[in-house]
């Protein structure tokens, strides 16, 4: 099946710093998902990207469904001390249900 | 409202137990998961409903049994677990459009230790 990486593995960066984080696949998707996950908790929906080329933001995170439909990023402006969690990226096709996940971000932010 | 519920929240059970974890949504999502999830691992898929119907079940073994009672409801029935089995346990939902599925709402998962 697909497989999708998911880079950095993990970003140690101080408050007010700017995050990248990156997911690439062998495979093209139809929608790219961004989730973030804290300690004991479920993944949360960050943003949603359904078209190639698309660019979405939602308050300091901006996210891109790359032309080429087999990558995505997610960039978090102006850090703070609760996006401290891990990042993961996500990627299906309509016609599969199944949903293939990348190994996830952990970010820490110092204050 | 994009929640999903799950219950208990946390559950601790001996290997010759039965017991059931819960997921129940109202968002009108016509499809619903299970996933397993490990520390500092993603989610594995495990089940998938679709209109209430198991439409996918990715090698599960047997001691894992998933019901889909109605659209809002979705249990998985757990027997003669292992302690490897402990884990955190995911329900997610999704709406059907067109027959294939849109993106996944997550609960907030049932923290399953088997001893």
């Known amino acids: 099946g697909q497989q999708l990486n998911q880079s950095p593995q993990s970003m140690f960066i101080q408050e007010g710093e700017d995050v990248s984080m990156n997911c690439t696949s062998s495979?093209?998707?139809?929608?790219w998902l961004w989730y973030k996950q804290e300690p004991g908790e479920g993944p949360v929906l960050l943003i949603a990207?359904?078209?190639?080329?698309e660019l979405t933001s939602n308050g300091r995170l901006t996210a891109q469904f790359g032309i080429t439909r087999k990558d995505s990023f997610l960039n978090i402006s102006a850090s703070i001390p609760s996006d401290v969690g891990i990042y993961f990226c996500a990627g299906f096709l309509y016609n599969n249900n199944d949903m293939r996940f990348g190994a996830g971000t952990r970010l820490t932010v110092k204050p | 409202d994009t929640e999903v519920t799950q219950t208990p929240k946390h559950l601790v059970m001996g290997m010759t137990n039965k017991k059931s974890l819960k997921c129940e949504q109202h968002?009108?999502?016509?499809?619903m998961y299970w996933y397993k999830q490990k520390a500092k691992k993603p989610p594995e898929l495990m089940f998938v409903y679709s209109y209430e119907k198991l439409s996918i079940n990715e090698s599960v073994p047997s001691r894992f049994s998933p019901e889909c009672p109605n659209s809002s409801l979705l249990n998985l029935h757990l027997h003669a677990l292992q302690p490897e089995d402990s884990a955190l346990y995911l329900c997610?939902?999704?709406?059907?459009?067109?027959?294939?599925?849109?993106?996944?709402?997550f609960g907030p998962g049932t923290r399953l230790t088997v001893l």
């Open positions: 495979s093209i998707f139809n929608t």
């Open positions: 968002m009108g999502h016509r499809a």
């Open positions: 997610a939902s999704s709406q059907v459009n067109l027959g294939f599925t849109d993106t996944q709402y």
């Open positions: 990207l359904y078209k190639a080329g």
